[in-house]
């Protein structure tokens, strides 16, 4: 018998880098496809699913402006791609047989939905999975901001950041292999100790409303459901 999932109601946080596989940039259709299996698998379990997917394997609005761009227009630039990796997400899920929204922050009325918080909510009570699009909708922010908004708007338990290592290092494990894991820490150490989780504005967001932030691989199979089903490393931040 599977065991009863912890949390009843979460966001799931990637970063766009998650979607382009082993190629340098932009989307390999195949590790999309992989993560939509993940995403299904704890459909499956009744969990309800928000989603927030960075732009980063396309475009990011720091390097645009760092190479003389606006950094406005470039930072429009950053949430239009995430609205691309949204689209694709949407595609391989139902390609599933799991129904998705698209909420775009940036309305494109042909494209997605707009977000309306009541509405977003009554699509999750209806087991569909929630893909919100173009980050907050404002410049000088980040795909992590958003998802600490989202997570808060829609009532989520934990925020499930999914990078390529397990959980949160003191150092890079990739760099150090005496990198020591920690299994729970706060948030004022992630921002005191500079680690990389999610920027220093998501962490606050998430530390001034208690929202706990589950950092795990994402590289892991299974890794997703067997975490929801109290198994598995991870770091529970908060
Ligand atoms: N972005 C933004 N406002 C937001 C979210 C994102 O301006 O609320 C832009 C920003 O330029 C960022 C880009 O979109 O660099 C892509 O998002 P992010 O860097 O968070 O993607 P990730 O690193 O998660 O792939």
Redesign the pocket.
């Known amino acids: 018998k599977t065991p009863k999932p912890a949390f009843r109601r979460v966001l799931l ?6 979607l382009m596989g082993d190629q340098g940039f932009g989307l390999h259709p195949p590790t999309v496809q992989r993560i939509a299996r993940e995403v299904q698998s704890v459909h499956e379990l009744g969990v309800e699913i928000c989603m ?13 402006s760092a190479q003389g761009m606006e ?2 227009t ?9 609205v691309m ?1 949204a689209l694709a997400m949407q595609s391989a899920l139902e390609g599933l047989g799991v129904y998705t929204r698209v909420i775009s ?1 940036i309305r494109m009325d042909e494209v997605a939905e707009p977000y309306i918080r009541r509405r977003a909510v009554r699509h999750l009570e209806k087991k569909r999975v929630c893909i919100f699009a ?13 998802a600490t ?1 989202r997570a808060n708007e829609m009532a989520c338990e934990a925020i499930f950041k999914g990078t390529k290592v397990d959980g949160v290092y003191d150092k890079d494990p990739v760099k150090y292999p005496d990198a020591k894991r920690y299994d729970q820490i706060s948030y004022d150490d992630v921002l005191q100790q500079h680690l990389g989780v999610m ?1 220093a504005s998501a962490i606050a967001l998430a530390r001034d409303n208690n929202l706990p932030i589950i950092v795990f691989s994402l590289d892991e199979p299974g890794g997703f459901k067997g975490i929801l089903a109290g198994e598995g490393t991870y770091t529970r931040v908060g």
């Open positions: 946080k990637i970063s766009g880098e998650a927030v997917i960075g732009g980063g394997n396309i475009f990011r609005g720091l390097a645009g950094r406005t470039a930072d429009y630039m950053g949430m239009l791609a995430t990796n922050a173009a980050g907050t909708g404002n410049p000088y922010f980040t795909t992590d901001t958003a908004l920027d």
